[in-house]
Structure formats: structure tokens, C-alpha cells
């Protein structure tokens, strides 16, 4: 009876033993699913699932658990460099240039030149043969050996209007020659300009002041030229 009695109390042990130890692996069980590892009595192909090749295509996708990312409901992704400090900086290699502080000012307003003929203006008048009152001779001088064939003036607002025909004893590229030099120690710029055939004709300008030359041979040789300008007059008593 008594043997009977031990065989009985050792089974209902023994019971009590397997129950604790069932009781004591679920709860190792759980504590390991909330700790992230795998599960206890688990094969080593279960634990190491997420390094396998299932797991590559979701390797460091944010969200998916297992993949390298944060699992749902984990820490918030750490915030970029640039808004923790602000507004992204300039590309490298690129330079922000300041704001012009100016605009820039222009070249300054030629002077103009200083006029050759002064008020008061003579009145219009012409002169056959000679140089008429009023012709500014210093200025257009005749080439030496030079006969007159008339001569004019006539004022207009400010401006002094000029006029010679004469005949010099020299060929048309000597008296072209003449007013070249002339006029261009004033200042004057020259160019050519279409003429009637056996004809010679020159622009001059200066500022506002203008003068035009045409030149013909005589059937002697000399040459036939004609004044017309335009010459800008200065205030004066």
C-alpha cells in the first residue's frame, strides 16, 4: 500500500513538473517576441529568416520589419542635413554673386567742338571775282593761284552758310589735298562720295558743321571745285 502510495505521489510530481515547464517556455516564448529575437527552441534557419535571400528585395526599405528599415510604429527616420539646418546651401562649384549695389553710369557726353565762324552773322551777300564780305577766308582758304568765280554767305539760324566756285592751276588730287589738310587739322573727318564720271567729290563733317567739295578738270589741265557748307556760328558781340 505503501509502494502503491509513493508510485502515485512520484506521477502527480512529475505532472507538476512538465506543467511548470510548459508554463516556463511560452513565457520565455513571449518575452523573446517582445525583445525582437527569435522565439525560444526555435532552428537557426527561423532565426536568421531576415538575412536570407527572401529578404533582399525589402533590404533597407523604411517600414518594412526585417529589412534593415524601422519596423511600423518604431523611431522616426533621423531628419536630413538640410532641414536641420536650414535651407540647402548653394551647389558645389557654384558661386552666388551680391546684388548690384548701382547701376553703372555711361561714358560722359562728347564736348562739342568749338565753333569757327562768331555772331553777329553777316547778311547774305555774293561777290563775282572775289571774296565776299563776310566769307570766313581763315578757315576755307583758296590753294595758291586760285581765281574766283563767285563767291556767298547767307546766315540761317545760328549757322553761316557757305558757298565758292573757283578755278587753281592744279590737278584734282592736289586741291582735294589742300582741304584734306585743312580741314582735318580742325578736325573734320572725310569721305568720299559718288560723283558724275571725270568728277571728284568729298564729304567733311565736324559736329554740326558740314562741307561738301566737288571737283572737274578744265580743258587746260587745272581743276574746277566748288565749296558748299554749313558751319556752326558761336554767340559773340
Do not use: C
Request: charged residues 10%.
Amino acid at each position: 500500500m505503501k509502494a502503491k502510495w509513493l508510485v502515485v505521489a512520484g506521477a502527480g510530481a512529475a505532472a507538476l513538473l512538465g506543467g511548470t515547464a510548459v508554463v516556463l517556455d511560452q513565457m520565455t516564448a513571449a518575452e523573446s517576441s517582445v525583445a525582437g529575437g527569435p522565439p525560444a527552441g526555435s532552428s537557426p534557419h527561423t532565426a536568421g529568416a531576415g538575412s536570407g535571400p527572401g529578404a533582399a528585395g525589402t533590404a533597407g526599405v523604411p517600414g518594412v520589419p526585417g529589412a534593415g528599415g524601422e519596423a511600423s510604429g518604431g523611431s522616426a527616420a533621423a531628419p536630413s542635413r538640410g532641414s536641420a539646418e536650414g535651407p540647402a546651401s548653394a551647389p558645389a562649384g557654384r558661386e552666388v554673386l551680391p546684388p548690384v549695389s548701382a547701376a553703372p553710369t555711361g561714358l560722359p557726353a562728347p564736348t562739342a567742338p568749338a565753333a569757327l565762324v562768331s555772331a553777329p552773322l553777316p547778311a547774305a551777300a555774293s561777290a563775282q571775282g572775289r571774296i565776299v564780305d563776310g566769307y570766313p577766308a581763315d578757315v576755307l582758304p583758296f590753294p595758291d593761284a586760285t581765281v574766283l568765280v563767285s563767291t556767298s554767305v547767307s546766315p540761317a539760324e545760328g549757322t553761316l552758310q557757305v558757298a565758292a566756285d573757283a578755278i587753281a592751276a592744279l590737278s584734282q588730287d592736289a586741291v582735294a589735298g589742300h582741304y584734306q589738310q585743312v580741314l582735318g587739322g580742325l578736325g573734320f573727318w572725310s569721305e568720299p562720295v559718288p560723283a558724275a564720271d571725270g568728277q571728284r567729290a568729298i564729304r567733311f563733317g565736324r559736329g554740326t558743321d558740314s562741307l561738301t567739295f566737288t571737283a572737274s578738270t578744265t580743258g587746260t589741265g587745272g581743276t574746277r571745285f566748288m565749296l558748299l557748307g554749313n558751319l556752326r556760328a558761336a554767340a559773340g558781340g
